[in-house]
């Protein structure tokens, strides 16, 4: 059996995860799965604001529960 893969889009400075609701959406009409995120101090995140590197980290995170 072939595993699925999991799309994690991220988003750039001044947006957060909801920038990608459209896409998201239509990924998900298609049957494939989704996890957009908030990088630190974006969107609903309550982080501080984060370097480069925490960034980084906080995909690798996501990716690593994946």
Known sequence: MKSRATVVPVHGAFH???CWTPVVSGLE???????AIDLPGHGQSEAPLGSLEEDAACVAQTLAAW
């Open 16 to 18: 957060g995860a909801w």
């Open 29 to 35: 009409a298609r049957g494939i799965d989704v996890v």
